[in-house]
């Protein structure tokens, strides 16, 4: 088996609410692997998107271990979480969450300014190579607007696939897709993971996703009961 990409080591999340403490998350231990496809499935209130916010380092854990390709994040502050994102991690939202008035192009040209040494135009070949392997290289000069939901999906994971991320993790990347669309958008997931050896942490609460799935893990009362 490929080596741990991710390393989850007893991962509690905690708030304090006026009745006590609210334990969200129970001591989550689990390896995600390079090139696994993951789903996080569980009912709302589960934990699920807490634990999907922790794996992105878009939140922090109350207590234990998170390792992402070797290194210890847990202990980063925020301007540290925020550079290790731009460098590690790719993120695909429900909502795409493309600026409507950049082009696709432009778009995906966003998240490799931060790419030290590379020119205008190395950024350019690099966006159209990314905007081709996704199928959407003839609608690079396209505003979201002009774009179907699928469309902007595609665009979406071009620009998350765009600074050769450690891992990407998808929050529901289905959710607003009809059921043929969110399909082809599975069969993209798949295609890049075979092509590119991308790892992906979807949380979703599609069937469809986890029948791509590598694994699942069924999250409940902030545990995982099935991995």
């Known amino acids: 088996m490929s080596q741990a990409i991710v390393k989850v080591r007893n991962i509690r999340k905690e708030y304090q609410i006026e009745s006590g403490t609210l334990q ?21 209130g ?9 794996l992105g380092t878009l939140d922090t854990p109350t207590s234990g271990q998170l390792r992402i390709d070797g290194d210890e994040v847990t ?10 994102r731009a460098k590690k ?20 040209m966003l998240s490799l300014m931060s790419a030290k040494g590379k020119s205008n135009s ?18 690079c000069d396209h505003l979201p607007s002009q774009l179907s939901g699928g469309q902007q999906q595609r665009v979406a994971i071009a620009r998350a696939l765009a600074n050769q991320p450690s891992i990407i993790i ?6 607003n897709l009809d059921s043929k669309t969110g399909k082809l958008i599975l069969n993209l997931i798949c295609g890049l993971r075979e092509k590119v ?31």
Do not use: C, W
């Open 170 to 175: 998808a929050d529901e990347p289905t959710g």
């Open 89 to 108: 991690i790719g993120f695909v939202f429900q909502a795409y969450n493309l600026i409507s008035t950049m082009t696709a192009k432009e778009n995906v």
């Open 122 to 139: 190395e950024m350019e070949q690099k966006t159209l190579e990314l905007l081709d392997m996704v199928g959407m290289k003839e609608r």
């Open 75 to 84: 202990g980063l502050n925020e301007s540290q979480l925020t550079k290790y």
């Open 24 to 44: 969200v998350l129970k001591g989550i231990t689990t390896d995600i692997h390079q090139g696994e496809i993951v789903s996080i499935m569980g009912p709302s």
């Open 46 to 54: 589960s934990g699920k998107s807490t634990l999907l916010g922790i």
């Open 197 to 227: 050896g991308t790892t992906f942490i979807v949380a979703t609460h599609d069937p469809n996703v986890a029948e791509i799935s590598d694994r699942v893990l069924h999250i409940l009362d902030g545990q995982i009961q099935e991995n």
